[in-house]
């Protein structure tokens, strides 16, 4: 019998071995042990998180604290949307890959593709696998999702050159229920020295924490789909957001001349 069903097309990872380990029992265990040792409190699953997309040796951790928070939900979650900035490829709007799976060295993820499909109908979404093949803002976090949730499909967004309001329609569209999580990448100020890079960081996360919109790429670079997150949780009228950890690389690698801000946070539905 011959099926009629689409051949799958998986994208590779492109950033193993570079950002994370690309041995899968090294990767796990790295993984792993960022859990273990997340700053976390006893805080209930979010709805949404903003979590940093750099090499794990300089973000990890702090990623490590909003990703810990789903563990409770592992048999919840059902469909990830994952929204990160793009870092290569120019894009107006927002891109969704023509792809099934993703990958990373923990195994593949199939894509929501009804929903992908769904969404390239819309004025401001392209379908772009150019613009995801090295994407690093959004596979960085596909392991953490691997390792804290059982089956789930992914619904991958790469954000351009879009409008606030681009954004938060689309997160609107996708909002969903108590079975859809929604991941925001982002880290923060980028190559400042230590002390400007704090202060800097701090008044974003004050931005962040009070759902402001007018955040711009100097402060994240993951602005638009952060500020996306802000407007769409505006209309629902969500509480304020938690703030789970707040460092940068200086913290975490120790460099401190030039260092990138990394910033956690949770959304939650009242």
Same mark, same amino acid.
């Given at each position: 019998m011959t099926s009629s069903a689409a051949p799958a097309k998986t994208r590779p990872p492109a950033?193993?071995?570079?950002?994370?380990?690309?041995?899968?029992?090294?990767?796990?265990?790295?993984? @792993?042990?960022?859990? @273990?040792?997340?700053?976390?409190?006893?805080?209930?699953?979010?709805?949404?998180?903003?979590?940093?997309?750099?090499?794990y040796i300089y973000s990890g951790p702090i990623a490590a604290s909003a990703y810990a928070l789903l563990v409770p939900a592992r048999d919840r979650v059902k469909r990830v949307v994952l929204l990160g900035p793009t870092h290569r490829v120019a894009v107006r709007g927002l891109a969704v890959p023509s792809v099934t799976h993703f990958a990373t060295p923990l195994g593949t993820i199939e894509l929501d593709v009804e929903c992908l499909r769904e969404l390239s109908a819309c004025a401001a979404v392209a379908v772009s696998d150019e613009a995801h093949a090295l994407e690093h803002s959004l596979e960085v976090h596909l392991p953490f999702l691997q390792q804290v949730l059982d089956e789930f499909t992914l619904v991958p967004i790469a954000v351009g050159d879009a409008s606030v309001e681009e954004v938060a329609d689309v997160i609107d569209r996708l909002w969903g229920g108590p079975e859809t999580l929604i991941?925001?990448?982002?880290?923060?100020?980028?190559?400042?020295?230590?002390?400007?890079?704090?202060?800097?960081?701090?008044?974003?996360? @004050?931005?962040?924490?009070?759902?402001?919109?007018?955040?711009?790429?100097?402060?994240?670079?993951?602005?638009t789909p952060v500020t996306g997150l802000a407007l769409a949780a505006q209309r629902r009228r969500l509480p304020r957001p938690?703030?789970?950890?707040?460092?940068?690389?200086?913290?975490?690698?120790?460099?401190?001349?030039?260092?990138?801000?990394?910033?956690?946070?949770?959304?939650?539905e009242s």
């Amino acid at each position: 019998m011959t099926s009629s069903a689409a051949p799958a097309k998986t994208r590779p990872p492109a950033v193993a071995g570079l950002f994370y380990p690309g041995d899968k029992a090294r990767l796990r265990t790295e993984v @792993e042990q960022l859990l @273990e040792h997340a700053q976390t409190r006893s805080l209930p699953v979010p709805k949404a998180i903003v979590a940093p997309h750099a090499g794990y040796i300089y973000s990890g951790p702090i990623a490590a604290s909003a990703y810990a928070l789903l563990v409770p939900a592992r048999d919840r979650v059902k469909r990830v949307v994952l929204l990160g900035p793009t870092h290569r490829v120019a894009v107006r709007g927002l891109a969704v890959p023509s792809v099934t799976h993703f990958a990373t060295p923990l195994g593949t993820i199939e894509l929501d593709v009804e929903c992908l499909r769904e969404l390239s109908a819309c004025a401001a979404v392209a379908v772009s696998d150019e613009a995801h093949a090295l994407e690093h803002s959004l596979e960085v976090h596909l392991p953490f999702l691997q390792q804290v949730l059982d089956e789930f499909t992914l619904v991958p967004i790469a954000v351009g050159d879009a409008s606030v309001e681009e954004v938060a329609d689309v997160i609107d569209r996708l909002w969903g229920g108590p079975e859809t999580l929604i991941v925001v990448s982002s880290d923060l100020s980028h190559y400042l020295p230590y002390r400007q890079a704090r202060a800097v960081d701090s008044a974003t996360c @004050e931005a962040i924490l009070d759902l402001r919109t007018d955040i711009d790429h100097e402060q994240a670079c993951g602005a638009t789909p952060v500020t996306g997150l802000a407007l769409a949780a505006q209309r629902r009228r969500l509480p304020r957001p938690e703030l789970l950890d707040l460092r940068n690389s200086g913290d975490t690698a120790g460099d401190k001349d030039r260092v990138v801000g990394y910033g956690a946070f949770a959304f939650y539905e009242s």
